[in-house]
């Protein structure tokens, strides 16, 4: 039975701890839940926001429409020979999926250990870390279209990914709603331990010959080494993406800059890491009010108490000027604003 709530805080629905109301609030266990729900005149009459952890959005205001909270859960699996198809609702916790895969020893997944959120924000965000983006092991996932009311079936070239991006986030924003997504995993694992912080953490623990497990464990050392725990600390991970530039935009930078930490791209651009351009601003640990950016990794911005989603809004754009100052690099915001 669907409950429709009202004048709802979303403190507890979003990893910055922002405490913003909802006009509207309701939650989804299944895809009947949502056939149901848009059946209902709210949904023709009020705007909609669908969240899942809530980890990637900040709060400027309160939210005069209807939120729709995403908790569809599930795990299931099927093996053909080395190949394993994984499939999961969209409010499954993401690093509970991680775990999942690792247990089951289902290679792919490992060097995405501890990113917050859920599975449906998975396919949306194009999410990524230590060398491994959502689009290299993904499949396929279905949705619900809002229009129709209809659940569809997107497979890997139907979502037009790129950096953090996807179709759901461009040309078909708002139109649907994910329900659960599938993921080609393999048997034998093919370690990824490209990015140097994962091969010196191997190192000191003495692992020579790794397997997924070790990978997660490693990764998992290094983001909590580096990045707040959002039950303790308000915040959503990276704040901004690693901006990606044209050859000549870099050889610009790096005329002024000769140490710009930066990382080729399939597509022969450059990508910089925007955590570096930052902390060389000055801007690494640095506390303004009640918000502030964390002293381990300055591509994270946090809520010490009781920052308003405005003052985290205003510092990260005190940041963007900073850096476009200093590098004529423009930030763009990972995190969605509303």
Known sequence: MLQIQENISLKPYNTFGINAKAAFFVEIFSEADLKALFQNELTKTEKLLIVGGGSNVLFTQDYDGLV??????????????????????????????VNYCVEHRFAGVENLSLIPGTVGASPIQNIGAYGVELKDVFESCTAFEIKTGEIKTFNYADCHFGYRESIFKGLLK?????????????????????????????????????????????????????????????????????PVIEKYEFANVVAKHPDVVHYPTPDDKIKLAAGWLIEQCGWKGKVEGQTGTWKNQALVLVNHGNATGKEIYNFSAQIIDSVKSTFGVTLEREVNIL
């Open 68 to 97: 729709i909270k995403i908790s569809i859960k599930g795990l299931a699996f099927k093996v053909n020979d080395k190949d394993i198809t994984v499939t999961a609702g969209a409010g499954v916790v993401w690093n509970d999926f």
């Open 174 to 242: 708002g139109q649907f709603i994910i329900t659960s997504v599938t993921f080609n995993l393999k048997t034998e694992a093919a370690v990824n331990t490209s990015y140097g912080a994962i091969e010196t953490e191997l190192q000191k623990r003495g692992i020579e010959n790794p397997g997924i497990a070790d990978v997660s464990a490693a990764v998992s050392h290094i983001r909590v080494s580096k990045l707040p725990d959002p039950s303790t600390i308000g915040n959503a991970g990276s704040f901004f993406k690693n």
